[in-house]
């Protein structure tokens, strides 16, 4: 039976449309940016007089190949090889232009001398410099006033590439967690790999660990790439372990980033294993610079203190237009996070999930709206932050104790809260718990808590964020309803 178009169908094409847009240009930028581009310079640390036994200091190795091929960056851009060893260094900086490529069994070890000799005006300063803060953030994270830079850092870079043939990047991160336990460490400590305003960045075919033995407790090092304020990034292909008993040892984090696709990784470590930020209070709120369009794809993972993909807590600069989708998440605390608190301010809204398995997992989905952390004490707590149109879809879990703990902020509830075909398999006997939340559901087992209750579809898929590929069809023969993809 034929029918005419309605003013509904018009308008459910174009949210279609719209939507279907930013994904398809999202999902060939992942493909296009070039990883596999040769340079026409190539040298390798060893010219440099670089000793790759694990005891021979590299820093200064490192920043002079840096420095002679920063006159290669206009001319095509270079490569700086690290061959099979272990190669010792402190924090060095990247340039435009450049690939860093780490053959085969080729490791890269971060120094543990104690940053605390520098300050002393010993003469390895280099090691571990101490750097500003992020203005997003106010403060270091973990201490006030500045941070350490990170072991592999850039800034207002572009056109860098760090791969190779499963070499391994480790921060050594024990050290630096006897040093903050013992409050020794004066600054928030480094990342293992930082880079900051750039654009056109590959990471891949590597791997990331932060103590080479696997038995010992808490690291410090953050086991992060931290992305903080780019677009156009590339992650693929990595393999990033940390003990998962290791606090904030966090994975990947793009921070007030755009444009970023993370696809094919594994992550096993003691934090979330991909935490999209954008600033944090008041700083975040006025520094105003949000995550926007990150693709995640193909994730597997475990973490034992985290959680597989956490938005937040820091959102105060906005987090919009997240798509997530092919992820298997196991042993873990919780899958799906979405942490923030009063005070944040700022937004996250239009976030997709999709295609999700989880086994051994506590919390399937959760939100936190009292999460707390403040900088200090001049957070505005009338700053509310609004989380709505939040999709998640086709999601399945076995020994899974809670569906959903969903706890929005009274006076601000979470709203367009969608769940779309989740089926868990759940120990708990109030498997949903909602307060303040807003939103629809359909086929979901078992059954949602009363607040998401009401249908999708026919009536509220515009309400839903990216839903739109799934019609009612109202034309249908059959009594039942029945949801058909394009
Ligand atoms: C990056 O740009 C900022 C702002 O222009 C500047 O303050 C900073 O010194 C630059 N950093 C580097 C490493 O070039
Ligand atoms: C980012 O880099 C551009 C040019 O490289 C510079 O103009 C801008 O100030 C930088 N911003 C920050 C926050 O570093
Ligand atoms: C992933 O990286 C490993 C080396 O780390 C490589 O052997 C493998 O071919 C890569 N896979 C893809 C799909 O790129
Ligand atoms: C890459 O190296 C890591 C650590 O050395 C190892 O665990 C992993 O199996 C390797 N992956 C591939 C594809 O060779
Ligand atoms: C990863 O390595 C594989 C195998 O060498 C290669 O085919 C692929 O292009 C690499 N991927 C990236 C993004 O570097
Ligand atoms: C769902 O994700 C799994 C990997 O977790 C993948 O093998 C499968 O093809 C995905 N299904 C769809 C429909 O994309
Ligand atoms: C529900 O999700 C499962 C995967 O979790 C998928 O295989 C199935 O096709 C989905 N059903 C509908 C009606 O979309
Ligand atoms: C729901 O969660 C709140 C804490 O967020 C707890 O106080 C309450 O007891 C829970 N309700 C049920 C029925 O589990």
Redesign the pocket.
Known sequence: MKRSFTLVDVLLLLAFLSGASWAVKGSSQCRQTKSGMIRPHSVSITEFGAVGDGVTLNTKAFQNAIFYLNSFADKGGAKLFVPAGRWLTGSF?LISHLTLWLDKNAVILGSTVSPLLLLKGHLLMDDWPVVDPLPSYGRGRELPGGRHRSLIYG??LTDIIITGDNGTIDGQGRIWWEWFQSGTLDYTRPHLVEL??SSGVVISNLTFLNSPFWTIPPCILQLRLFLWMNSHVRVQNVTILAPLDSPNTDGIDPDSSDDVCIEDCYISTGDDLIAIKSGWDEYGISYGCPSTRIIIRGLIGETQLGSGIAIGSEMSGGISEVHAENLQFFNSVTAIRIKTSPGRGGYVRNIYISNVTLDHVDIAIRFTGQYGEHPDEFFDPNALPIIERITIKDVTGKNIKVAGLLEGIEGDNFRNICLSNITLNVISESPWNCSYIEGYSNLVTPETCDSLKESIFPKHYLDCYHLSRHLWSSSNQNKGARLWSW
């Open positions: 900086d800034r207002n900051m305003n």
